[in-house]
T-cell receptor, first 114, second 116 residues
């Protein structure tokens, strides 16, 4: 257990559905991240939040909408997704204070878009 | 742009033996960080080892060590005394010094199997 919890673990949704992925960290970190892990492709960084402010958006389509209400919680709101969005979505957190820059990952949400 | 290449999609090792996973990268930067992450079936990515490019000494963490060849842009991971729990996907990753901590460029991974 790394201290980063993601729910749900699995999600199946249709292209017209709206769903949300949740990530929670209990480590006191100030930075949180969303990654996409597709089959046979490298892990890709999607969004970065630092002290609740979005600092990076790596050209992610608008059908993915992140939300960070506080430093402990991160959401990824999904709407009108495409089948190619099926992937493992990983959340991570870290502390940008001090020299220890280790990333802590959750177990991910395996998303299937039908 | 930086790239990371892992040329071994799958590797296999006998329990208690040693295995080396390969990673090469391409960059024009002189200072950067390199990482090896492990992803077991639980899907959580776990940091195995970290190397700072300006340090010539190879990083070690217990049974895990790296062979960092900066001129060759090579960063291999050696696992000694392999254990069944080492079976996982292993990802090599690169990060620029100025980028955010999460801005890693990952390779496609190597699936390691450990035979009892």
């Amino acid at each position: 257990e790394t201290g980063v919890t993601q729910t749900p673990r699995h999600l199946v949704m249709g292209m017209t559905n709206k769903k949300s992925l949740k990530c929670e960290q209990h480590l006191g970190h100030n930075a949180m991240y969303w990654y996409k892990q597709s089959a046979k492709k490298p892990l890709e960084l999607m969004f970065v939040y630092n002290f609740k402010e979005q600092t990076e958006n790596n050209s992610v389509p608008s059908r993915f909408s992140p939300e960070c209400p506080n430093s402990s919680h991160l959401f990824l709101h999904l709407h009108t997704l495409q089948p190619e969005d099926s992937a493992l979505y990983l959340c991570a957190s870290s502390s940008t204070q001090g020299s220890n820059e280790k990333l802590f990952f959750g177990s991910g949400t395996q998303l299937s878009v039908l | 742009a930086q790239t990371v290449t892992q040329s071994q999609p799958e590797m296999s090792v006998q329990e208690a033996e040693t295995v080396t996973l390969s990673c090469t990268y391409d960059t024009s930067e002189s200072d950067y960080y390199l990482f090896w992450y492990k992803q077991p079936p639980s899907r959580q990515m776990i940091l195995v080892i970290r190397q700072e490019a300006y340090k010539q000494q190879n990083a070690t963490e217990n049974r895990f060590s790296v062979n960092f060849q900066k001129a060759a842009k090579s960063f291999s991971l050696k696992i000694s005394d392999s254990q069944l729990g080492d079976a996982a996907m292993y990802f090599c990753a690169y990060r620029s010094v100025g980028g955010s901590q999460g801005n890693l460029i990952f390779g496609k991974g190597t699936k390691l199997s450990v035979k009892p």
